[in-house]
């Protein structure tokens, strides 16, 4: 059972965790927790395994020929405790419903600003009508993209800026909302400017949001993580 420790509840567990593809391992051994509202830090040199960590968590590397996985990680969200690492397929839209997740580069799906956020919503949430407009205007104003894009919803999603389209997809993301967020160097392509509006709005996030975060840079680390967690070696430690 996942409990609370000296840092807050534990709202995730790695237990043991062996990630790898074909023949080749590239996580062994993770035992690592999660603590809710913080911003988890996963750093280390390129291709040791962050993103397959990250991707661990909702089940995304499953999506990859010769996957596997041993050992058992553990969350604990409103339906209850999951083991998520023995959910059957079926189970897999609802957790990366509440197991959401940003890319490096920004994802945008075909259409228009406001499609982009509905679109899921009826899709996955099969919310329809005002009550989705409504969730739309919200989580546009969290990301701070509302005064920028409220006059202009039916345009082009692409007629954004690098910085306004990843903002759009991080509200894609939040409309469905869910309790962890996975982000894959959410900043990479990013301009210093941009760069610092998602992370101001990721220091916001504590507290509401449980966090798990990709990053390469040192100081972005120092600057927003409660906790982090340096992979090398096929370790986590």
Known sequence: MLDKAGDGEIIGLFQDVDIGFADKAVLKGVNLQLHKGQLHMLTGASGCGKTTLLRALNRLNDCFDKHYMHGHIRLKLTEGELNISQLTHQYLPLLRRKVGMVFQTPNLLPGSIIENL???????????????????EKVLQQVRL??????????????????????LCLARTLVLEPELLLLDEPTASLDPLNTQVIEELLESFKGQYTMVMVSHCPEQTQRLANKVFKLEYQQVY
């Open 118 to 136: 509905l679109l899921p919503l009826k899709v996955v949430a099969g919310l329809k009508s005002t009550p989705a407009i409504e969730r739309c």
């Open 146 to 167: 509302w005064d920028e894009v409220k006059d202009r919803l039916n345009g082009d999603a692409y007629s954004l800026s690098g910085g306004q389209q990843q903002r």
